[in-house]
């Protein structure tokens, strides 16, 4: 069974930096795509950065520049590098994963974590 689990959520305050990880188990996922999703409450969720497509690293223009996606494979594990936070950015935080499919859209993703809530005060 897939399991993702996020992790280094919290709170911090505006112009902070913070790092989630997300190991992946269950299978092999050097060959997956693997990639970040937000939700904050009232919105749609909506896609960060992604590893698709055996090496092509992905981002959404919203957070170009300030979100840094990394992985180590060994470990199974992505990370997500957060700076210079926003009260905006104050979500719930996804990993999810696919064997094969990848894009913008939450339903094409099979795989999702529980979730790293992330809060950023002004």
């Known amino acids: 069974q897939v399991q993702l689990v996020e992790s280094g959520g919290g709170w911090v305050q505006a112009g902070d930096s913070l790092r989630l990880g997300c190991v992946a188990s269950?299978?092999?996922?050097?060959?997956?795509?693997m990639a970040w999703f937000r939700q904050a409450p009232g919105k749609e969720r909506e896609f960060l950065a992604g590893?698709?497509?055996?090496?092509?690293?992905i981002y959404a223009d919203s957070v170009k520049g300030r979100f840094t996606i990394s992985r180590d494979s060994a470990l199974n594990t992505i990370y997500l590098e957060m700076n210079s936070l926003k009260p905006e950015d104050t979500a719930t935080y996804y990993c999810?994963?696919?064997?094969?499919?990848?894009?913008?859209?939450?339903?094409?993703?099979?795989?999702w974590g529980q979730g790293a809530q992330v809060l950023v005060s002004s």
């Open positions: 999810a994963a696919d064997p094969q499919r990848y894009g913008s859209d939450r339903s094409v993703w099979q795989y």
């Open positions: 590893f698709v497509a055996n090496g092509i690293t």
């Open positions: 269950g299978r092999t996922f050097g060959n997956y795509n």
